[in-house]
């Protein structure tokens, strides 16, 4: 089993800078891949980026360049810088574990609003 915890979401400026975290406990060697999704108000829920455990990285075309997926493996955790926020980057954010196995892990997401 693994466990995740996302945090650092909030009101933010349009224009401003957030960075999400996501705090990975349990099975870590059994994960292949940390992905981040948002889910705006009543719409699916979208992948952002992904990064896999040799530090590959790859984005959705929506975030590309304004958002980063980065790991600190000895904190256990992976991060999502997001800059230059707009109003429909509103969602919340979910944190996803990707296993050599089937299946995957969700964390409970954490609420983002751009909005002045």
């Known amino acids: 089993q693994v466990q995740l915890v996302e945090s650092g979401g909030g009101l933010v400026q349009p224009g401003g800078s957030q960075r999400l975290s996501c705090v990975v406990s349990?099975?870590?060697?059994?994960?292949?891949?940390m992905r981040w999704y948002r889910q705006p108000p009543g719409k699916q829920r979208d992948f952002l980026a992904r990064?896999?455990?040799?530090?590959?990285?790859n984005y959705a075309d929506s975030v590309k360049g304004r958002f980063t997926i980065s790991r600190d493996n000895a904190k256990n955790t992976v991060y999502l810088q997001m800059n230059s926020l707009k109003p429909e980057d509103t969602a919340v954010y979910f944190c996803?574990?990707?296993?050599?196995?089937?299946?995957?892990?969700w964390g409970q997401g954490t609420q983002v609003t751009v909005s002045s």
């Open positions: 990064i896999t455990n040799g530090g590959i990285t």
């Open positions: 349990g099975s870590i060697s059994n994960i292949y891949a």
């Open positions: 996803n574990a990707l296993p050599y196995s089937s299946g995957s892990y």
